[in-house]
């Protein structure tokens, strides 16, 4: 994998763990969930552009649906990447 396929791999995985943990307590009938994140750099414009698509597979209704895009959002890997970042560098 690049640099910016593990980015984005640790996107896919985390919304996948934070899903799946939220539909197992509220024991829904979710058969699978297929996520696909794609990830692109405008270095130009200095944007960094993440498109993340999520299938749900099972019996969710449309307010089920909402509330799995809330949580998917919530995600630790999606909070650090849409807060402010900061990297401290120290050679050694």
Excluded at 5 to 29: F, G, H
Aim: with cysteine; aromatic share 6%.
């Amino acid at each position: 994998f690049s640099p910016s396929e593990l980015l984005a791999s640790s996107l896919a995985s985390c919304t996948l763990i934070t899903l799946r943990m939220y539909i197992n307590r509220k024991q829904w009938e979710v058969t699978e969930i297929n996520i696909k994140v794609d990830f692109e750099r405008d270095l130009d414009q200095k944007v960094s552009l993440f498109t993340r698509k999520i299938e749900i597979i099972g019996e969710v209704d449309d307010k089920q649906r909402q509330r799995l895009e809330t949580i998917a959002n919530s995600c630790p890997i999606h909070k650090t990447l849409t807060n402010s970042i900061e990297i401290k560098t120290t050679l050694i």
